[in-house]
């Protein structure tokens, strides 16, 4: 499908009643919605793995999860690995019993690798998937057996927690369609729960998403136009913030994490677009690096300080630099 095309039909469910209703329907339909254990363990696995690469483990800490979407892979994720508790937060009441359900049933067969790749004991990742109760009647007795919290819609600028209540703060493909103001007051808030030495880990895509159904262009197809023009294909159902890596980790900082990891993938066709000039990028982002232009994909863990000294030291920190990953 031409990108233009799915702007469109986006943009109309986004201003009709009952758009998103029927834009869920179209999802649905089309499959794009359906389970995909094997991708989506491997991206909770990913969040886990810079939790490790960072000195801490999931064991008996208390998740905080942005962005529920469909199904809850990241906090099955979090539970297997033996996570306390598990909050998950989303504008759109998208998860239902049955997208739930069919989420936990299809990972059964994937559930041995997820703990070999965990480096966990096997027999006890089974035992807890066992615990799951699959003939719940409802969505939260079903989340509560795996000891998950769903708020949708929830707010995760102003979640209600106690501050220094949280171990670590998730997200998988989120941040990118987040407005930049609200996202700093989403990190300000995780800032706030976050207990001294807890992590912020998330990974996302800030490259453009229509590339993903439209193969004539690339990831950095949305940068050749101006804020005001990219308002009628990049709006409602179809928001993404156009955010550069360097962009997101500016508001980490100035927030006061201290980075501990932060890498970028770029996408080559997009370095040759721009290269080529197939693209000519708007002034609006000339200022940045070609390969912050055309990063596709972004891993960042970053972690609260424990005193008020370390946390006015982050704060006060240069850009820190990005090692890229292709």
Not at 134 to 148: E, H, K, P, V
Not at 176 to 197: N, Q, V, Y
Not at 237 to 262: K, P, Q, T, W
């Amino acid at each position: 499908m031409k990108w233009q095309t799915k702007a469109f039909i986006l943009r109309q469910l986004s201003q009709i009643p009952l758009g998103k209703r029927l834009y869920l329907l179209m999802q649905k339909l089309a499959g794009s919605n359906r389970a995909q254990p094997e991708r989506d363990f491997a991206r909770i696995v990913e969040l886990l793995e810079m939790i490790q690469e960072s000195g801490q483990t999931a064991q008996g800490k208390v998740f905080f999860e942005v962005g529920s979407g469909w199904h809850p892979y990241a906090p099955l994720g979090c539970y297997l690995a033996g996570a306390e508790k598990i909050i998950t937060v989303d504008v759109n009441p998208w998860m239902s019993l049955a997208s739930a359900r069919e989420c936990i049933d299809a990972s059964k067969e994937h559930i041995q690798q997820f703990a070999k790749k965990m480096e966990l004991d096997e027999a006890a990742v089974s035992e807890r998937y066992q615990k799951i109760n699959l003939a719940a009647t409802n969505l939260d007795q079903l989340l509560a057996s795996m000891r998950t919290e769903y708020h949708s819609p929830g707010d995760a600028s102003a979640t209600g927690l106690e501050s220094d209540s949280v171990d670590f703060i998730i997200s998988s493909n989120v941040l990118e369609h987040i407005p930049a103001t609200i996202l700093k007051a989403i990190t300000e808030e995780s800032f706030r729960i976050l207990k001294p030495g807890g992590l912020y880990v998330h990974r996302f895509n800030p490259g453009d998403h229509y590339a993903n159904d439209d193969g004539s262009v690339t990831t950095a197809n949305f940068l050749q136009f101006s804020s005001n023009t990219w308002k009628k294909y990049g709006e409602g159902l179809a928001y993404h913030n156009r955010m550069r890596c360097s962009e997101f980790s500016d508001i980490f900082r100035e927030v006061g994490f201290s980075s501990l990891i932060e890498k970028e993938r770029v996408d080559p066709d997009a370095v040759k677009a721009i290269e080529d000039k197939t693209i000519e990028v708007h002034d609006e982002f000339k200022r940045f690096s070609l390969e912050d232009l055309a990063a596709d994909y972004m891993w960042y863990t970053g972690r609260k300080p424990t005193t008020v000294d370390e946390t006015a030291e982050a704060k006060q920190m240069g850009e820190s630099p990005v090692h890229h990953q292709i």
